[in-house]
């Protein structure tokens, strides 16, 4: 006894596409639902694997009066998958142009970094110099206390709850 699984999602999209693309017709939804189990996709399933080809679309649907058409066509399908390309292409060719940019860029900030001796020295000062601030801020947080106008906030808190 062999056990039949159902078709995934994709593999129903791929059902219902080859339904358009067989017959190049319009559908209305009934007879959709109708020529799906004979592909495989059980006539539930058919209303929302229709609606997802549209979302992507893969498929397309008009109104006309009170009925709800469905098509899809391999033409259509060939000219959405060259639109997309041309739209990869530009995407490609303005990151390259961002890329050469970054990269002159980059080349041209490095110019004034080239080593040198005169480079390391003056790199070395700096360092010193912000040790010596470091410190220098470190010993004015030992006597932030004693600081006049923190003496005097403080004295105007106490002030205010007396």
């Not at 469905?70 to 060719?93: E, I």
Request: hydrophobic share 35%; net charge negative; charged share 35%.
């Amino acid at each position: 006894m062999s056990k039949k699984r159902g078709l995934s999602l994709e593999e129903k999209r791929e059902k219902i596409l080859q339904i358009f693309y067989d017959s190049q017709d319009f559908f209305l939804l009934k007879e959709l639902e109708k020529l799906g189990p004979k592909k495989g996709v059980i006539s539930q399933s058919v209303k929302d694997v229709v609606q997802s080809l549209v979302d992507d679309d893969l498929a397309f649907k008009d109104k006309i009066g009170t009925s709800v058409y469905f098509w899809s066509l391999p033409s259509c399908a060939g000219n959405q998958m060259k639109t997309v390309c041309r739209k990869l292409d530009s995407d490609l060719q303005s990151s390259k142009k961002r890329h050469a940019e970054l990269v002159d860029q980059c080349d041209a900030l490095k110019k004034g970094r080239e080593e040198s001796d005169e480079r390391e020295e003056a790199l070395a000062e700096l360092k010193t110099i912000e040790m010596k601030y470091n410190e220098l801020k470190e010993e004015m947080e030992k006597y932030a206390d004693n600081d006049p106008a923190a003496v005097q906030a403080m004295s105007k808190e106490i002030s205010i709850f007396v």
